[in-house]
């Protein structure tokens, strides 16, 4: 993790990459505002550019949490990167149907995939900086683009 971010800076600038991490220690939340900002509004009414029948493009339901991962790197450091993944959303929104508008319990079963089954994988992160941290050349300016999670494959005997 370190190497990453001293290569987010001059002169490789990277700002996309897979990472592994050594362990997961939790999946944290912070409530956020539930509405989209009035700017983010009046960007979506504009619709698109191209599109023929000029018609606004429609506004999604705002994610009410910012989701975290807590984890190890390589080094034992203790990391905490957000998650801005589209998955994690869908996840959310999908256990909350399930849960029948619950959000405690919703958040619960959003844990439990990302603490207690993905445990069970062979976890990457994909990660990727914004423009906003990348040129503030910010202490750490990567966040979590995207989870791969296949079966760990377990070598078998020789013997």
């Known amino acids: 993790m370190e190497r990453l971010i001293k290569d987010s800076r ?43 029948d000029k ?8 994610l009410p949490y910012k989701f975290f991962y807590l984890f190890t790197d390589e080094t034992n450091k203790q ?9 994690i959303g869908a996840l959310y929104w999908n256990c909350l149907r399930i849960a029948n508008g619950n959000e405690a319990e919703a958040l619960v079963k959003v ?13 990457h992160l994909f990660l990727g900086t914004t423009k906003q941290w990348h040129t503030r050349r910010s202490p750490n300016p990567f966040v979590i683009i995207g989870v791969f999670y296949p079966k760990k494959e377990l070598q078998g005997s020789l013997f």
């Open 79 to 87: 990391r905490r990167l957000m998650i801005e993944d589209w998955e």
């Open 111 to 123: 844990k439990e995939k990302y603490e207690n089954e993905f445990r069970q994988k062979d976890l």
């Open 55 to 62: 018609a606004p493009e429609i506004l999604i339901p705002k």
């Open 10 to 52: 001059a002169p490789r600038n990277t700002s996309l990459a897979v990472f592994k991490p050594a362990g997961i220690i939790r999946l944290e939340w912070e409530e956020t505002d539930r509405e989209w900002k009035n700017e983010w509004k009046e960007l979506r009414k504009q619709g698109d550019l191209f599109a023929s």
